[in-house]
């Protein structure tokens, strides 16, 4: 595949291919799958390995990479954790874990070893610990007294040389992370607390850290049983209503490359965890879309999560011997391409030929991106595939749709065998933010309309604020509202004990 390369993408509404797409909903271009098992196999790496679904906090989901639209001197990194948030999911809500580390690797010579390392770490406090509530009320900025429990981080660069620290700078502290939106009524406008978290560096650099809506799109109910024989159902999104923890960096892209000359970088985020003796351990891993997800078979998921690009060589045969198009030729006589799949090593593990490959590249799993391509005017979901040579797999832009371009890949589209496949779910169920971080504001957990008598002003929800201030702190005005708690709690107490003295008469009954 070379940027020439041009496709409609149109005409994808045959039964066969939307099947295809369907079972290919994890699957990347070298694909291979050891089972359909949901509680193994889920969205682009949303509880992809057995170990990290288990710890949700540093499981890495999607990672994106592309030149800023608004900005194309700068490159935009988004990296998502904490995969599949239900949004009322309180109170203790979605925090980063604070004994992770969130890191961002560029490789800015094709070496399979990381140039450039931004570390994210994350500290807790709340305010109040009296009160099971993440905000005592209204939360109408990230410094309110209102909101019990913050986060904040610090961000450093480290610079590294053959894999080894060779110089650390830190590049801001202490930044808030943009909470997760509760409800309407506890930050009726959300919206403006994302703007708070957006900070602005000294460079010219700007980073995000909060919770959003899940940008990646896609259909995963086939891993009930290939939808029951049933594709009536195909083209749902499945994600949609669920949010994740981002991370968003946005730099002066001469800050990552090697050079003017050479400005191919590759891109992959990790978590680190801190273990019992104090030190750190790698638990997840992610570049390319799907990765794990599909190619690598149970057995070596663990592995890849705590394994370095250099090391690729050891999962080099789940992409030259893929197991999905295997799959595909056994259920729907769809014939796979010859193995082995070297179109796909090229494509996966080198990047593109005249695209984005840099000179003297060691195949090893990365999202790599050529910095150098402007952005496109009009943005095709399908990149590469449709002749749009800004988008997937050069970088990922959040709305490449990259089950479709990876499926038509791995069914041998770069070998002449020409293919529309597709899980028919084609864009997110939200529209993306056209400034920084880009990502759609996060579904709020409380999802109708405000309860009567909460319109505005000084209502129940300041007063629910006021009601749990910490001891010592009440004025002549809580009294009110005390007598009011403790007189309730005083008629709840008769009822119950009523009811009981009601219960042992009817139990001492001959009938």
Not at 19 to 28: D, E, F, Q, R, T
Not at 256 to 275: A, D, L, M
Not at 297 to 325: G, H, M, Y
Request: aromatic share 8%.
């Amino acid at each position: 595949m070379t940027a020439a390369i041009s496709r409609s993408g149109s005409g994808r509404r045959g039964v066969a291919t939307l099947i295809c797409g369907a079972l290919a909903a994890g699957g990347l271009a070298a694909a291979g799958v050891a089972t359909l098992e949901p509680g193994e196999a889920a969205a682009s790496s949303h509880r992809e390995a057995p170990l990290i679904s288990g710890t949700p906090q540093y499981d890495n989901t999607d990672v994106y990479a592309f030149v800023s639209p608004d900005h194309p001197d700068s490159t935009t990194i988004i990296a998502n954790w904490t995969p599949f948030e239900e949004p009322a999911g309180g109170p203790n809500f979605f925090p980063f874990a604070e004994d992770a580390q969130y890191d961002l690797h560029i490789d800015n010579n094709g070496d399979a070893q990381g140039d450039l390392l931004f570390r994210y770490t994350f500290k807790t406090k709340v305010k109040n610990k009296k009160t099971f509530l993440y905000n005592t009320g209204v939360v109408e900025s990230l410094d309110d007294a209102d909101l019990n429990v913050t986060q904040t981080y610090d961000l450093e660069l480290i610079k590294l040389e053959h894999g080894k620290e060779s110089h650390k700078t830190k590049l801001a502290d202490d930044v808030p992370v943009a909470p997760s939106n509760v409800g309407k009524a506890s930050m009726p406008d959300y919206a403006k607390l994302r703007d708070q978290a957006v900070y602005k560096l000294s460079n010219g650099a700007k980073t995000f850290a909060g919770q959003a809506d899940d940008p990646f799109f896609l259909d995963l109910r086939v891993f009930d049983l290939l939808y029951g024989g049933n594709l009536s159902e195909v083209g749902n999104d499945t994600l949609k209503g669920y949010n994740v923890n981002s991370i968003a960096l946005q730099v002066p892209t001469d800050l990552i490359v090697e050079s003017e000359h050479q400005p191919i970088v590759g891109i992959w985020s990790t978590t680190q965890r801190e273990n019992a003796e104090g030190y750190y351990a790698q638990v997840s891993r992610l570049g390319n879309p799907l990765v794990n997800e599909v190619v690598n078979p149970i057995k070596d998921k663990d592995t890849f999560n705590a394994s370095k690009p250099k090391d690729d060589a050891q999962f080099l045969k789940n992409v030259t011997n893929p197991e999905l198009p295997k799959l595909i030729e056994a259920i729907y006589k769809i014939p796979a391409p010859d193995e082995p799949r070297n179109d796909l090593v090229d494509v996966f593990l080198k990047g593109v030929k005249d695209l984005n490959q840099p000179p003297n590249v060691t195949p090893s799993e990365q999202l790599r991106l050529n910095t150098s391509i402007k952005p496109a005017a009009s943005p095709k979901r399908l990149g590469v595939l449709d002749g749009d040579t800004a988008g997937f797999p050069n970088g990922r832009r959040l709305t490449d749709d990259v089950i479709d371009a990876a499926l038509q890949v791995v069914e041998g589209e770069l070998l002449g065998a020409k293919n529309d496949l597709g899980d028919a779910v084609d864009k997110n169920d939200k529209e993306f933010e056209k400034a920084f971080p880009y990502v759609a504001l996060p579904t709020e957990g409380s999802r109708g309309p405000l309860a009567k008598g909460t319109g505005g002003g000084n209502d129940v929800r300041n007063q629910l604020g006021d009601a749990l201030q910490p001891a010592g702190s009440w004025t002549e005005g809580d009294t009110g509202l005390i007598a009011a708690s403790a007189g309730a709690g005083a008629a709840g107490i008769l009822l119950v004990g009523g009811g009981l003295m009601w219960w042992r008469r009817m139990r001492s009954r001959a009938y």
